[in-house]
Nanobody
């Protein structure tokens, strides 16, 4: 069992930056994927960025060029650097890790971007 704890959310003005961090209670070395999702009020949860074991990194079209996902297997952390934030980025952001057939979610961290 792996527990994920996100941090780094908050309130920021449009054009600003935030860095989200996700700390895992166990090793993520063998994780098939490490990802960030977000869910805005009244909308479905969507994939923002994901790093996959086969070497692929995916980003939602809406965040390409602004967000960067990184993974540190030694520290068991997954981060999301968010630059040039827009009001439409406002959402609860969730860390997701898949190890074998097991999927783990963090509790979420709120990101609010004011115009």
């Amino acid at each position: 069992q792996v527990q994920l704890v996100e941090s780094g959310g908050g309130l920021v003005q449009a054009g600003g930056s935030l860095r989200l961090s996700c700390a895992a209670s166990g090793s993520i070395f063998s994780a098939i994927s490490t990802s960030w999702y977000r869910q805005a009020p009244g909308k479905q949860r969507e994939l923002v960025a994901g790093k996959f074991s086969y070497g692929v990194t995916n980003y939602a079209n809406s965040v390409k060029g602004r967000f960067t996902i990184s993974r540190d297997n030694a520290k068991n952390t997954v981060s999301l650097q968010m630059n040039n934030l827009k009001p439409e980025d406002t959402a609860v952001y969730y860390c997701h890790v898949q190890i074998s057939s097991n999927e783990y979610w963090g509790q979420g961290t709120q990101v609010t971007v004011s115009s």
